[in-house]
């Protein structure tokens, strides 16, 4: 019983930690487009990486499920590719916790870098 409570918290951390990797440094560099940057759709592209934070969560996790399942738009052609199926797996778990925690990230991100005097930068 010990071990498979360890097993748990070691994956929970190792999910949690490589997540935020990722988060950091994708959130900071949509984050800084979205802030600095004039570009057609950015209002568009806004909206997209708001979405996680206004679906329920079961929506956010039927998207991801439909786009990497094992017939998904991005798990079939991955699947067929290289035989790796990404559900269920631990890799799974740290996309979704990705998707789930980019949109915070980029809205603090963001309102930090608009915050700044332009002419500090």
Do not use: C, H
Request: glycine share 6%; aromatic share 12%.
């Amino acid at each position: 019983m010990e071990s498979s409570i360890l097993f748990s918290l070691k994956l929970s951390l190792q999910v949690a930690a490589i997540a935020t990797v990722f988060v950091l440094i994708a959130g900071v560099v949509i984050a800084y487009l979205l802030a600095m940057k004039n570009f057609r759709g950015k209002e568009f592209v806004d909206m997209i990486f708001t979405l996680p934070l206004v679906l329920p969560p079961t929506v956010t996790g039927y998207f991801l499920i439909v786009l990497f399942g094992r017939n998904g738009v991005v798990g079939r052609p991955l699947f067929a590719l290289t035989g790796w199926q990404i559900m269920f797996t631990w890799q799974a778990a740290v996309l979704a916790s990705f998707v789930v925690a980019l949109p915070l990230m980029i809205k603090t991100a963001r309102a930090a870098m608009e915050s700044v005097d332009e002419n500090l930068l």
